[in-house]
């Protein structure tokens, strides 16, 4: 068995290359082969479908159950603030600098050295999945969701982002709604009581105003905010439409099929959800991957920000190197020792976890 020493160094080059590789949402098929070129290396058996990629320990044994290690190798694409090349793994002062490398290569390359070290540990009391995802910056239809079908049941799972490796035990939803409030179309010099735009007046009050009764320990209320309004073509026609847009964020209290529900019982318009799969998730704190993360000394938060933890069904910890401000910013990069830190702390909180 590697040393974690080597593991650390083996999963830093891993990253490098991956930030010189580009790798957009729906695009990640050369990086996808950067991860299989690491299995093979390994000699640990992978499967790939589209660009994901996954793994299960040498040892699986249907009759225990599953834990999931999952971070995404894809990335936004590079914004014009960059004084760095994006696509060049560049150190300086102990910061890798590259497009990925935060968000969220550390935590992908920190999670496959973490699943490797365990790979080949025989009398484990869960199995261990390894999946490498793909299309996580877009909610595409070719991600995780697409792998979950050929999986086991999950008994739980950690999710890599960066969180500075504390421990994410909430995350929000996300409900996008297209909402379209009818009227009557009429000649603006005429006398019209059915005017659309005025129509929407109330509906966008509702939104502003309405409080949903649940408010959540960890993620506090729901979230409702109207992002977009848009109606009209000439300044002398009474339009037969307005257009909103609503972006909604969802704690753990509620399911993204309730808010719909809701949200459609107090709204005199047609409601149309972008998608439903994007839910709220959590893991309690007396959970057992929680409770070995507090003993090392990492404390709970929840998180506002949306994951691959979304799709899953089962209960799940998001918990990676990095730091999630610098995610999508310019010149973005993770610190070396983060990396570090990383693997050592995620080996010590799965040691501690099947201990239990």
Excluded at 179 to 200: E, L, M, Q, R
Excluded at 260 to 277: D, F, G, I, K, W
Excluded at 294 to 314: A, E, F, K, N
Aim: hydrophobic share 35%; net charge negative; proline share 5%.
């Amino acid at each position: 068995m590697k040393t974690i020493k080597t593991l650390t160094q083996e999963a830093i080059a891993l990253l490098k290359a991956l930030i010189e590789t580009p790798s957009f949402s729906s695009e990640e098929d050369q990086t996808a082969l950067l991860i299989e070129n690491w299995f093979t290396q390994n000699n640990i058996p992978f499967e790939r479908e589209n660009n994901n990629v996954w793994a299960y320990n040498k040892y699986f044994n249907q009759s225990k159950p599953t834990l999931l290690l999952n971070s995404h190798h894809d990335t936004v694409k590079p914004n014009q603030g960059y004084t760095k090349d994006p696509f060049k793994a560049i150190v300086e002062e102990g910061k890798l600098f590259g497009l990925g490398s935060n968000d969220a290569g550390g935590c992908l390359v920190s999670l496959i050295a973490t699943f490797t070290h365990f790979y080949s540990q025989e009398n484990l009391p869960y199995n261990i999945v390894m999946v490498v995802s793909a299309e996580e910056e877009s909610s595409g239809k070719n991600g995780l969701n697409s792998v979950l079908k050929h999986l086991p049941e999950l008994e739980c799972a950690i999710v890599g982002e960066p969180t500075l490796m504390q421990l994410a035990i909430a995350e929000k939803g996300l409900l996008v709604l297209d909402i379209v409030v009818k009227g009557t179309a009429s000649h603006a010099a005429h006398n019209n009581p059915d005017n659309p735009i005025y129509n929407a007046v109330p509906i966008i009050d509702w939104f502003k105003t309405y409080q949903f009764e649940k408010i959540s320990e960890i993620l506090g209320p729901v979230k409702m905010t109207v992002t977009q309004v848009s109606a009209g073509k000439q300044h002398n026609v009474v339009p037969a439409e307005c257009h909103l847009v609503v972006d909604i964020r969802v704690n753990d209290c509620y399911n993204n099929t309730e808010i719909l529900e809701t949200v459609r019982t107090n709204v005199s318009a047609v409601v149309t959800p972008r998608s439903m799969h994007l839910n709220a998730s959590s893991i309690p704190v007396s959970h057992g991957l929680v409770q070995a993360g507090i003993t090392l000394g990492r404390t709970t938060y929840g998180s506002p920000t949306l994951s691959d933890q979304s799709v899953l069904s089962c209960q799940s910890l998001k918990l990676g190197p990095g730091e999630s401000l610098r995610s999508h910013s310019a010149d973005e990069f993770i610190y070396l020792n983060e990396i570090e830190e990383g693997i050592d702390l995620y080996i010590k909180i799965l040691t501690d976890f099947f201990k239990q």
